[in-house]
């Protein structure tokens, strides 16, 4: 029930392609959804998050779609750059406990 | 402002020894916690403070002990180092009080290896 999915591990994109990252959740309990980013040697910082009475959210280049029938969503990001090449974390939280899905690792080709 | 600051970085301890992590934030949060974080893993919750004085344990508390005297330091005590606690720890603060998303800001990590 407090376990967050995450897929796929890694993933490698051509600059300019989409990145699609999905996660699915149990517990409904959950209201508060954030992507973190994380490069190597520093700690996750927060890219995006969403609540569950939304569908959508979009900020620059990321978005994250929800749908909560299916207890699922998912961080696309446009135009993709090498420098988005980074590992990413979704979680699921409800009051302040966290929970963190295993990453994905995501490189961005030249 | 500083944010999150862990130190120290790096640190290798033999089995059976004691340490500290310290962790600061100077962002008067009133939560603050203790991940750690294993390869190919996710984040794990070590411990959590809500506030000076009360702390509470997360998922993997076994083999830790906090305490949050002030609003600023959550230090993490590991008692009796074993190599399963060879990892990447961080700490991480947030405000709920308002009233907006729960945004976790995170320190840049301590590198512990026990061997």
């Known amino acids: 029930q407090q376990q967050v999915k995450q897929s796929p591990q890694s993933l490698i994109v051509q600059k300019g392609g989409i990145s699609i990252i999905n996660c699915a959740y149990e517990?409904?309990?959950?209201?508060?959804f954030p992507w973190y980013q994380q490069f190597p040697g520093k700690g996750p910082a927060l890219l995006i998050a969403i609540r569950p009475d939304v569908s959508e959210k979009k900020e620059g280049r990321f978005t994250i779609s929800f749908n909560k029938s299916a207890k699922q969503f998912s961080l696309h990001i446009m135009d993709s750059q090498p420098g988005d090449s980074a590992t990413y974390f979704c979680a699921a939280s409800y009051g302040q406990n966290f929970v963190f899905g295993p990453g994905t690792r995501l490189s961005v080709l030249p | 402002n500083a944010g999150v600051t862990q130190t120290p970085k790096f640190r290798i301890l033999k089995i059976g020894q004691s340490m500290t992590l310290q962790c600061t934030q100077d962002m008067n949060h009133n939560y603050m916690y203790w991940y750690r974080q294993d390869p190919g893993m996710g984040l794990k919750l070590i411990y959590y403070s809500v506030g000076a004085g009360i702390t509470d344990k997360g998922e993997v508390p076994n083999g830790y002990n906090v305490s949050r005297s002030t609003t600023e330091d959550f230090p993490l005590r590991l008692e009796l180092a074993a190599p399963s606690q060879t990892s990447v720890y961080f700490c991480?603060?947030?405000?709920?009080?308002?009233?907006?998303?729960?945004?976790?800001?995170f320190g840049p990590g301590t590198r512990l290896t026990v061997t």
């Open positions: 517990n409904t309990a959950f209201d508060y």
């Open positions: 991480a603060s947030s405000d709920m009080l308002k009233g907006q998303g729960r945004e976790q800001y």
